[in-house]
């Protein structure tokens, strides 16, 4: 795929897809499949945690720990309660869908700079990523356009413009992290440079809570690469967020096509992920 400065930015194949993906395995137990640990949700987007929640279960992480306000933690426990609300170790963090940073306590804000600062891979979602600058974990940050824009600023950077690969490389390269900015075309930048797009979507999941699904769908993927290998690099991470982004944007497709092309929710698109992940990792004949 050409851009429009005529460089090449390779698009993300359901091969790449398939080395990103783990199989279950006979050995495994739940902790090796990989543990996800969400912080999500706030009382003005309680939803917010039960998609993302949903999306990382059926993404196929071993075990899903949230912590959360009560609300949201009810109506999770409602929708899975498979949902873990005990502390304990994960091998992923997910952090920020549904929260708002104007709005966060200082306990919270505490909570998630040491999280930030730890060394367990944390996907960096809507109302956490004023403090993603700060991290020095490993992070794949998921910003939309606008958020993208916020987080340039608070980088001393201008807002993006038309190249949207030069800006989002750039802005990889300033944070330190692996940058997956949403969009019809989605792109993921390392913060070695190295950029891939992602065209796998349509254009009904421009609806609510899609983003929310995606960050728990990235969740999910990288405890499981991390539970078999805990020291991620930035060019795994962007793979594994590119992936991510493809199965999302194959399970909206999915979804549209089981109802004769029409619109979808972003549960709908969660619950095609297991039907797109089977047919990934199916015996090519
Ligand atoms: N079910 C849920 O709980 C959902 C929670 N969400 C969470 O909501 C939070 C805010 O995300 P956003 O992407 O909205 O944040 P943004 O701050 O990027 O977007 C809000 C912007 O949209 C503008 N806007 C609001 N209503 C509009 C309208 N009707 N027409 C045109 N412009 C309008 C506002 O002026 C504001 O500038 C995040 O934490 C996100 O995760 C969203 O994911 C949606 C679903
Ligand atoms: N026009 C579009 N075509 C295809 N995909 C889109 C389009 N607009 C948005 N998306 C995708 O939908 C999702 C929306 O995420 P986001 O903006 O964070 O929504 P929310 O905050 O409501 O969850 C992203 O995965 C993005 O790539």
Redesign the pocket.
Known sequence: MTDRNGRTVPLWTESDVRAHVRAPRSDDDKYRRGVVGMRTGADAYPGAAVLGVEAAWRSGAGMVRYAGPRRAEDLVLARRPETVTAVGRVQAWVLGSGTDAATRTPEETSVLRDILAGDVAVVVD?GALDLAPEGSAPRILTP?AREHDRLRAALGLAAADADRGASVVETARAVGAVVLL???R?LVADPDGTLVAVEA???W??T?????V?AGIIGALVAAAAADQPRLDPRRLAGLAATG?WL?GHAARRASTERAGGPITALDVADAVPAVIGAVLAPVA
Request: aromatic share 0%; net charge neutral; hydrophobic share 35%.
């Open positions: 809507a939309h949403k969009g019809a989605t979507g349509t254009p999941l421009a609510a809570g899609t983003g929310d995606l982004a999302h």
